[in-house]
Structures are given as C-alpha cells and as structure tokens.
C-alpha cells in the first residue's frame, strides 16, 4: 500500500547541482536566503564561504549556495563562451548568447526580491548598506565576469546591477562574490547568534568601530585602558564612542564627512 505524499517543511524539491563538500546535493529552501552564482569556475566555491560562521549556517542549512557552469551554456562541441570585442581590442568578451540563457534558467528558481548583481570594477561601490539590503532579499544572482567583461546586452536586457569592491581589477568576479556573500550571510538572522555585534562593528552607523581588547591585562608594557575595566557602564560607552570618532576622523575623513553631513540633516 503506497503512502500519501507527506509534507517536506520547508523544502521545495528542484533538481540541484553536483556535490561539493558543503554544497550537496539538496533540495532549494523555501524562505531560506539562496545565492546563485553564474561561473565559469564553480570549483572555487564555497572557498572562504564553507568555513567559520558562514559555513556552519551553510552546512545548519539556515543559506543555501548554488553554483551555475557557464561553460554548461557554452557553444560548439568546445562549449565556446566568449568571442573577440566589437571594434576590435584586447581580450574577450563573453557572450550574450551565453550568459543570457544562463540567467534565464538560474531565475527560474527566484522570487520574491531577487536582485542580479554583476562583478564589475565599474559599478557602484559594495557598502555595508548594501549587504544589509540584500540580507533582506529572498536571494541573489551574481554574475562573476572573466576576461574583458560580459557582452553590455545582457546588462541591459535583465537590468543587472554592477557591483564593486572598489577602486582596483582583478581577473574575475568569484572572489569579490565570496567577499559580498560573507558580509550579507552574517547579517541574517541567526548566522552569528548575538545579533548585537552587527550593531556596534565597523560601518553599520557609518563609523569605523572602536579599539578592542582582551586578557591579559597588561601585554609587553601595554596595558587595557583602565576604562575599560572600571565596571562603569556610561563611561566605557562615552569612551567607545569618542575612539569611534576619532579613528574614523583619522583614517575614513570621508566616512566622516558623510557622518557630520547626515547629523546637520
């Protein structure tokens, strides 16, 4: 006698992709933050991302990580995915005709908001505000670029957002995707387990955290400021707060500036 189907949960079965470690072979989540990543080397995934407090959330399945070979879209029996630039030049570009059908399979599994985001040295800069927006998506997409980018097309047609880590280039988008999955994954809830400390670090009120310590006390002639050890809870808050300044006067006047311009708001 057949049983009747019972309920998974919160899983919704969708054909997955090929096991690696951490990324097994599971069914998507429903309500769980998903991040698909378009590549044309999916091997370097988790890489950072399956470590620490990131991969044991992975792992707890509190985020699922998807990776998508480009190559798997590629043309001809050599699985071709790039061509020469329009006008002529140095490098390749990879097709439109390529990574356009990729994104098209990828968003099949989306909902909700599920933004694209493009690894480019020219987009807008990646910020803490950013990561906590996206920790708010259902998911996300991120196209990781190779050679001298990705045919404009695609950009256009699927109203892509270019994202970079800032002013430098590096020779593909797996790392910087890494970097910004790490940053919006310890935001969600539960990942770090004392959800205070993504109050008080760096950037998440616009300013460079204060200075930390620990035991021993004194450490090679340098002691714990006694502040810090006086028990007396308005003061060590006062203390914080002036280094924040300071140091974020000293090293981000930018950030500062900023601070300064949204207090006078």
């Not at 044309?40 to 070979?69: I, M, Y």
């Not at 493009?118 to 950013?130: E, L």
Request: net charge negative.
């Amino acid at each position: 006698m057949t049983q009747p189907n019972r309920s998974h949960g919160k899983q919704r079965v969708m054909q997955a992709l090929k096991p690696r470690e951490l990324m097994q072979d599971t069914p998507d989540y429903i309500d769980v933050w998903q991040a698909h990543i378009l590549t044309l080397f999916p091997e370097a995934f988790p890489g950072v991302l399956g470590a620490s407090l990131t991969g044991r959330a992975l792992k707890e399945g509190q985020w699922q990580l998807k990776t998508h070979d480009l190559r798997e879209y590629g043309l001809t029996k050599h699985r071709n995915v790039d061509d020469t630039p329009a006008g002529g030049g140095a490098g390749m570009v990879l097709r439109a005709d390529v990574v356009g059908p990729a994104i098209e399979a990828v968003q099949e599994r989306a909902r909700g908001r599920w933004p694209i985001l493009y690894m480019s040295p020219r987009g807008r800069r990646f910020d803490q505000a950013m990561a906590r927006d996206l920790a708010t998506c259902a998911g996300v997409t991120m196209l990781c670029g190779r050679f001298e980018g990705v045919d404009e097309r695609v950009i256009e047609h699927y109203g892509i957002t270019e994202v970079s880590l800032g002013d430098f280039v590096m020779t593909g988008g797996e790392l910087a995707a890494q970097s910004m999955i790490d940053a919006t994954v310890r935001l969600l809830p539960g990942v770090l387990g004392n959800a205070q400390s993504t109050v008080e670090e760096s950037h998440s009120a616009g300013l460079l955290e204060h200075p930390q310590y620990t035991k021993p006390a004194e450490w090679n002639g340098r002691e714990i400021p006694p502040v810090l050890i006086s028990g007396n809870h308005a003061e060590i808050e006062k203390w914080r707060r002036e280094m924040s300044h300071r140091l974020t006067q000293e090293r981000r006047p930018d950030l500062w500036a900023a601070h300064i311009a949204s207090k006078s708001e």
